[in-house]
């Protein structure tokens, strides 16, 4: 069954859609909430290549030197290749993962509802990060949780968690509805996904 919720709280969670904006969000460490998006348990294609790189810059150039390419992970995980190469583009693979995470006051949609605790909002789906994340994450929030929801998807679950008081980070699984709230947006990852054309700059340079 999923967790009653408050008729005032869905009326919140209905009212004050807004464009979304660039303005970063409050409780974040970094200055751009759309650079640190991240994925789980994702059901991946068989590599196009597998190859050792230097760097996330490394394997996004291995990448665009190959006609075929269209993503890649940069993955430091202990025995690990650590650059692989995909022909699916970065929607496919996300499509792939259980599991969505990002700062709270953000979107991963064109759009951005300012809710309870946000007094700005981000939205990261035109954003130029949108084609850059982490994957094969933990330690969310310092693994401190302030709370759990069963909820449809991840755009209800991140407005339940922009009403928790003090919440800097969500993640939803997509198979068991699970959405939990996480007191800031700290995480440890140790890959990176992106595409030809991702900014390094704009992007990657902030972990």
Do not use: W
């Amino acid at each position: 069954m999923m967790q009653i919720i408050r008729f005032s709280i869905i009326c919140v969670l209905l009212s004050n859609s807004v464009r979304g904006s660039n303005l970063s969000q409050p409780n974040s460490t970094s200055v751009n909430p759309c650079s640190r998006l991240v994925y789980g348990y994702c059901k991946l294609p068989e590599p196009l290549a597998k190859l050792q790189a230097d760097s996330f810059q490394g394997c996004q150039t291995i990448c665009q030197d190959n006609d075929l390419c269209a993503s890649f992970v940069f993955d430091d995980s202990p025995e690990q290749v650590n650059c692989k190469l995909y022909r699916i583009n970065l929607d496919e693979f996300k499509s792939s993962c259980n599991l969505v995470g990002h700062p709270t006051c953000a979107s991963l949609q064109n759009e951005c509802s300012v809710n309870g605790g946000c007094t700005e909002c981000t939205a990261c789906g035109d954003h130029p990060c949108s084609n850059y994340g982490h994957i094969n994450c933990q330690e969310y929030g310092h693994n401190y949780i302030l709370e759990t929801f069963e909820a449809i998807d991840e755009k209800f679950c991140s407005n339940l968690c922009n009403l928790v008081e003090g919440a800097g980070f969500m993640t939803f699984e997509a198979e068991s509805q699970e959405c939990t709230c996480y007191q800031d947006d700290y995480f440890y990852c140790y890959g990176e996904v992106g595409t030809r054309e991702t900014d390094i700059q704009l992007c990657a340079s902030v972990m």
